[in-house]
């Protein structure tokens, strides 16, 4: 690993494969276990960097397709990079755009050399491939930077999913040799769908190649939860304990506890922000939409254990009249609390691991 | 003046009627002049009460005519009355929602007891009176509170105005009448159109009643700058000196500048928020686009002498990428900042009216 990144595993847990620990970056530390916010636009949506530091959070995503397409990787570069531009002065992750490209674009054509699809911006027709995915990182500068890989849909056939996860290793090696800055980390991803034997084989592979920190990708992409935990248990133990691991896209209390327990590091989800849009709060592992009439006279906080300014500034009635006026200050005191709270469970899981009381405390979320 | 007001005249201007004092309420002072942020809907659009503060927001102002339709004054009270429900601890004003039904209001129906018009919530038919507008101020709990006027529209006959203006002053009387807080104190409001004969006799009318402050209301409800200027030069100097001055629904530079020649105190204007929304940032005196193409690679702050958090903190390209991504953060960041500026053009004037600097300085404004 890069004399820039380490990670130091603190505490493993006695009875599951859970660890507490730290990852360094040149932008600071990343206590694991713990939940990265969202910023896909070089923003958290509604949430300026002063309020998300006030939430805990530690390591922030932003998204290479999003930002390749506005404002555009130069100018974030001529705004001194993406923690610059962005007023985030903390660790930061950019994906390398392989997900969107599968999951937003229209028009799509696959090839060995990388995908053509149509900006849905302007209509051009935009080609990323491993070493361009790689250069636009290069560029807007995050710590970590992902591999540009193939995410196969759900369902698909296993020679489907076989086909796109030997191509993802292609690719990797490809944004291996296009990776030119030290100060950034290149994680691989580990692909496979729900083909456990694939993922095994992936997941062996990736580790041969020595990276700073490895990642589980395509999953709650439409599997049944049952899958989700197969997989990450499948997979997560594979990758080398030395390195940071990180499960993409995953963001609800029970598949981050048994994703934990299965020795993985970091999440990042979109639904605390997207869930504030739309007026619900996450409460004790609890939804609740701020919309329903019993919150209308509930003069109490939403959460009366909880420490973000939310919650020690408002009452849920207020929220709730927020919500109802359509008011654009709602989201942000949701889109506040609701990180703060997915950040202090996996602060809370930390806790329980290095004073090994993981299995115990939080046997509920890991049945 | 009850007790628990009072206004102080620190300095007057030797060229102009300007002044600089401090109005006391039992939130705080108000220095003056200064301009006064809009929080209809018991938030300031897209800022949270923290940033508010930052903004140096002294006095807020919220919507009895909104608030009534939601939350209901009822919850508001519940939630400790608006400063603590809104978590604003400051000074804090309500209007009677007369402006509102004119303005905003379907079917409505004017008689000497008060105005019937159908809510636009839910269709349902409400009476506001005099007495009714106080009492829901009086349960809302703002510092001020302002008499139930009646406002006519522009253009409209003297006829018509004449009858408006008289029955505002019966209304006012109504209003004095149903007041029951000494926490609060009732704003008398002057009409009269764009008939200055009619401006006179209202203002030296309701300077009879020696109420806590007076304000001038239904100007730049349509009528051309020039007759704005008159009305205020010829209003504002027959209210009583001892009293503060509210020049209503005014924002701009130039309004503020020569309003407060005449003497007037302070003022509000949805402007600095209302123009963020649409991606607009209020420089120096000027009103900028922040979608223009020559703000997209322009990585200097919005105003490098502004200290404002989106000052400090972002270049004007990265304000100008969120208002292209429709980012709600661009329109928190330039209601932050707008609302900062017009705070701190009125604070630059009350410190040059402190020195006697007023009329030189600011003389382009003046004329």
């Given amino acids: 690993m890069s004399a820039n990144f380490s990670f130091q595993c603190l505490a493993c847990c006695s009875k599951t494969k859970a660890r507490a620990g730290v990852f360094f970056t040149p ?15 070089a923003n958290v ?46 660790p930061m992750l950019t994906d390398s755009g392989g997900f969107q490209v599968f999951s937003l674009s229209e028009m799509r054509k696959i090839t060995e050399e990388g995908v053509t699809f149509r900006s849905p911006h302007d209509g ?30 759900y369902p698909a056939t296993r020679q489907e999913v076989e086909a796109a996860t030997e191509r993802t290793y292609r690719w990797l090696e490809r ?15 580990v692909q496979g769908g729900v083909y456990l034997d694939l993922r095994s084989q992936a997941a062996l592979a990736l580790a041969e190649l020595d990276l700073p920190g490895y990642a589980i990708g395509g999953v709650s992409v439409g599997e049944p939860p049952e899958l989700v935990a197969q997989i990450v248990q499948n997979t997560a133990p594979l990758l080398p304990p030395e390195k940071p691991r990180y499960l993409m896209g995953v963001g609800t209390y029970k598949e981050m ?8 590091d970091v999440f990042d989800c979109v639904i605390p922000t997207r869930w504030a849009r739309h007026g619900t709060a996450i409460v004790q592992g609890e939804r609740w939409n701020l919309k329903n009439a019993k919150f209308r006279e509930d003069f109490a906080p939403l959460d009366e254990t909880c420490t973000c300014y939310a919650c020690q500034n408002f009452s849920r009635a207020y929220i709730s009249h927020l919500v109802r006026s359509q008011e654009i200050l709602a989201y942000t005191l949701l889109s506040i609390h609701n990180i703060t709270e997915l950040i202090r469970f996996t602060q809370r899981i930390r806790e329980a691991i290095l004073s090994d009381r993981f299995a115990t405390e939080f046997a509920h979320w890991l049945d």
Same sequence: chains 1, 2.
């Fill in 27 to 41: 932008h600071g530390p990343v206590e694991t276990p713990r939940f990265m916010p969202v910023g896909t636009l």
């Fill in 45 to 90: 949506k509604t949430v300026t960097p002063a309020q998300l530091k006030d939430t805990g959070a530690q390591m922030v995503l932003s998204n290479t397709y999003h930002l390749h397409l506005q404002p555009g990787e130069g100018i974030v570069a001529g705004g001194g990079g993406l923690h610059k531009f962005m007023g985030w002065n903390g």
């Fill in 124 to 153: 051009q027709i935009i080609k990323l491939t491993p070493e361009r995915s790689i250069e636009i990182q290069n560029t807007l500068g995050a710590d970590v930077i992902m591999a540009f890989d193939e995410c196969p849909p």
């Fill in 175 to 189: 944004c291996i040799a296009a990776h030119k800055r030290s100060d950034q980390a290149l994680f691989g991803i």
């Fill in 257 to 264: 506890a048994i994703a934990i327990a299965s020795g993985v």
